[in-house]
């Protein structure tokens, strides 16, 4: 798969895999995404149980995979165009990698990837989403910096004693 030329797609929150009409909305998401440009979806094993109980009419350019070993996922994270997610660690690597994130969250434990990184939640706002994905499609995309993580600030405050 070229760089840049798919979205990568998580789900595995209970708020986005345990209702049905929620899921079901996202996996339309999702399949509107995919008419543009391909989205890779690893699937993981709970929302793997729920899409089997909605079924799905998705199309051929989305594309389920099974779950992936870290390192290979991560390689697909830094060559993808943009990220939609529900996890939050997501959320940090790809701003470090500078690649565009959709947070499909209405809140997150990483404030600094949206304030300073490359992050933005869109809550349940599907249609702001696809806004979104536009603005990154035609390269508007804020570029992010990468925000000082915890373990980084303990570090630079122990120095500054």
């Known amino acids: 798969m070229d760089e840049g030329g798919y979205t990568l797609l998580t789900l595995h929150r209970p708020s986005n895999v345990d209702n049905e009409v929620r899921l079901d909305e996202l996996v339309g998401l999702a399949s509107r995404i995919a008419d543009r440009m391909p989205v890779i979806f690893p699937v993981h094993p709970r929302t793997l149980e729920r899409l089997a109980k909605i079924g799905t009419n998705a199309p051929k350019s989305l594309i389920f995979l099974e779950p992936l070993p870290y390192i290979a996922f991560v390689g697909l994270m830094a060559r993808?165009?943009?990220?939609?997610?529900?996890?939050?660690?997501?959320?940090?690597?790809?701003?470090?990698?500078?690649?565009?994130?959709?947070?499909?969250?209405?809140?997150?434990?990483?404030?600094?990837?949206?304030?300073?990184?490359?992050?933005e939640l869109v809550g349940e706002d599907l249609?702001?989403?696809?806004?979104?994905?536009?603005?990154?499609?035609?390269?508007?995309?804020?570029?992010?910096?990468?925000?000082?993580?915890?373990?980084?600030?303990?570090?630079?405050?122990?120095?500054?004693?």
Do not use: F, Y
């Not at 940090?92 to 959709?102: G, K, S």
């Not at 499609?137 to 122990?158: H, N, Q, S, T, Y």
């Open 80 to 119: 993808a165009k943009l990220v939609l997610t529900d996890s939050g660690g997501i959320q940090e690597e790809t701003t470090a990698l500078h690649v565009p994130c959709l947070t499909l969250r209405m809140n997150t434990e990483r404030p600094s990837t949206v304030e300073l990184g490359t992050n």
């Open 127 to 161: 249609v702001l989403a696809e806004r979104l994905v536009d603005r990154i499609e035609r390269g508007e995309w804020k570029k992010g910096v990468i925000p000082v993580m915890g373990w980084l600030r303990v570090r630079a405050c122990r120095r500054c004693d």
